[in-house]
């Protein structure tokens, strides 16, 4: 058999194999189909359906059953406000079936969804009666008379009436200015008025909390920054303190504002104050609002405002917001999502934003921020983007130097006579830095000390600290800035971990004239090697953990030259000067980037 017919033929049997899959799935969830299409009979307007295009004669007798084992499958419309294809191309998740069937078995499918066509308005004609002219005076020239002359309205404009309404004019506009966001119809809503559908309206007790929410928004809100929580102090909080930062150099002060809609946010006053823009939170009005409700406001909230330009750092709110409304948003404004590392639990399970949002956001966002290049070669390959997906990605580093001005030369510190035998553990308490591994490193140097700092965050899964149980192992809690470290205490650091990105911890520690031992995930290949610090090649190689421990130990000065090495390549890349070019170069983010 020559190629050409095994192909054909192989061809012909994927074919009839698909074929066959689809079959049987239509065949399986029928019943389901047709038991919410009978349970909300509203979904599917009989006449409406039979009259769409040219209608079988099993669509005029039978639209139910037509509809449900044929026309749902086809993507036909069973209502004038119910948009299939719109539907699929919105949410790729439901391509292996009709989105009516989602939609149907959802228990408040006749108000969830715009069902209802709009009522034409129809305006009660206006009499206008001119003025009663005088005896024997024409009508037309009373109505002339009515009518101010061009010279006599010049006069009545350069009165001393209109100086004085002045002042009210003036806050009559500021407000209009104010309220034209939510006024204004976005492009999604446009369509939906072309299409005669009533879009959604938002539940009573909603609707309060987002108008408590929008008197505590600026006037005008140019950047809108999105965080899960504020106060604890891991990387990613340092992180957006460094954003934060820069963008008010760039932005004005009263147009920069921070939402914070995630049920585990809280801050304190002095937090807010510390910041130095406003804070507003879902959970100051209404803390016990489940998820499916802060994802409804979040959008009402952005809609309102209509920033110029949005940033996700991180939260679940505005990552579930950009899966269900971020192709509406972007025509209003500029959005940005970050991206640290493809999180795996278990060492296999796939979890967390990059797997689960960002291929299914990546064409409703304008950029996506990330502090090192492995993750975005990563997602480009993995997800299989386009030129114009891969575009959107930007490489901006993580500065540690230079956060007041300068070059930051003079902020690294040496690798000096040290205590020997002592190690320092920095990061964040949580479930991927494999405090197990760490307990494992310490029982195979009992005669080594390592001390421990580390806030722990409460919504995140519970991690076992009887892993700290040792006598060697000296945890001390969180800490609030580096300079609260005695690092001169210690002549190296360990960094256990199963993903990150690129670990402030690690630049930090490298600033500090630390030794890094670090394992070979994320980006942390970007900034040590064999050249800069000890790589360990997997998360769980405790044998290279303790040779490096060893080697430290027993050649000092190769170890400062590895620390030195490791501070030019810091200060090459990791300095505040290079983050805030980084971000001049991603286009749409900073006001002057974004003609």
């Known amino acids: 058999m020559s190629k050409y017919r095994l192909v054909k033929l192989l061809r012909r049997a994927a074919q009839g194999v698909a074929g066959f899959a689809a079959v049987i799935r239509a065949v399986l969830l029928f019943p389901f189909l047709l038991a919410g299409l009978l349970l909300h009979p509203v979904v599917l307007q009989r006449d409406f359906y ?57 228990p408040n499918a006749d108000y969830d969804l715009p069902l209802k066509p709009l009522e034409p308005l129809v305006l009660a004609p206006v009499a206008v009666t001119p003025p009663e002219p005088a005896r024997n005076e024409p009508r037309a020239l009373a109505a002339a008379k009515a009518t101010p002359s061009p010279s006599a309205l010049s006069a009545l404009v350069a009165s001393d009436a209109v100086d004085a309404l002045w002042p009210l004019i003036a806050a009559d506009t500021v407000e209009l200015c104010r309220e034209v966001s939510s006024l204004t119809p976005t492009n999604h809503v446009k369509n939906c008025l072309k299409r005669n559908i009533l879009p959604n309206r938002l539940d009573a007790s909603l609707s309060v909390v987002v108008e408590k929410l929008m008197r505590r928004f600026p006037e005008k809100v140019d950047l809108l ?43 304190s006053v002095e937090a807010e104050h510390k910041i130095g823009v406003p804070v507003i939170a879902i959970n100051d009005i209404d803390p016990n609002l489940p998820l499916p409700a802060r994802i409804e406001i979040f959008d009402r909230i952005v809609v309102n405002l209509r920033p110029g330009t949005l940033h996700n750092a991180s939260s679940l709110v505005g990552w579930e917001a950009f899966l269900k409304f971020g192709r509406h948003y972007i025509e209003d404004t500029r959005t940005f999502v970050t991206i640290f590392s493809d999180i795996r639990i278990n060492d296999a399970e796939p979890v967390g934003y990059y797997h689960n949002y960002l291929p299914y956001i990546i064409d409703g966002v304008t950029g996506v921020l990330c502090d090192n290049r492995r993750i975005m070669k990563s997602a480009i390959d993995e997800f299989g983007l386009t ?45 991927e830095k494999r405090l197990d591994i760490l307990n494992a490193v310490a029982r195979s140097v009992p005669d080594r000390t390592i001390s421990v700092y580390g806030a722990t965050l409460a919504a995140s899964e519970k991690v076992d600290m009887a892993w ?9 809690g969180e800490f609030e800035k580096l300079s609260d ?47 800069t610090g000890w790589l360990v090649s997997s998360p769980v190689a405790v044998d290279e953990y303790v040779d490096a421990l060893k080697q430290i130990e027993s050649a000092p000065d190769e170890a400062a030259r590895r620390v030195a090495k490791a501070q030019e390549r810091l200060a090459a890349v990791y300095s505040y000067r290079n983050f805030v070019r980084s971000l001049e170069t991603v286009p749409g983010f900073l006001p002057e980037t974004a003609r």
């Open 485 to 531: 470290l005695p690092y001169g205490e210690f002549d190296s650091y360990i960094f256990t971990t199963n993903c990150e990105g690129m670990p402030v911890s690690v630049l930090e520690a490298t600033m500090l004239g630390l030794p890094v031992i670090a394992p070979d995930v994320g980006g942390i290949r970007e900034i040590i090697d064999a050249d």
């Open 468 to 476: 700290l149980d040792l006598p060697n192992i000296d945890y001390r």
């Open 50 to 106: 039979r009259s769409v295009g040219s209608a079988s004669f099993f669509r005029r007798r039978f639209p139910l059953l037509e509809f449900a084992l044929i026309g749902a499958w086809r993507y036909r419309n069973p209502h004038p406000g119910f948009q299939q294809e719109q539907l699929a191309r919105d949410y790729p998740l439901l391509l292996l079936q009709p989105p009516v069937l989602n939609h149907v078995l959802n």
């Open 225 to 267: 920054y999105v965080v899960p929580w504020l106060g604890i102090r891991g990387g990613a909080e340092r992180l957006s303190d460094r954003y934060l930062n820069a963008l008010r150099a760039h932005y004005p002060h009263d147009r920069i504002a921070i939402f914070a809609p995630d049920a585990i946010h809280s801050h």
């Open 387 to 431: 030129r114009d997906q891969a575009a959107k990605f930007h490489f901006v580093p993580t500065p540690v130097l230079g956060m007041s001005g300068g070059a930051g030369q003079r902020e690294l510190r040496r690798y000096g006579s040290r205590r020997p035998r002592r190690s320092l553990w920095m990061s964040r308490i949580a479930k």
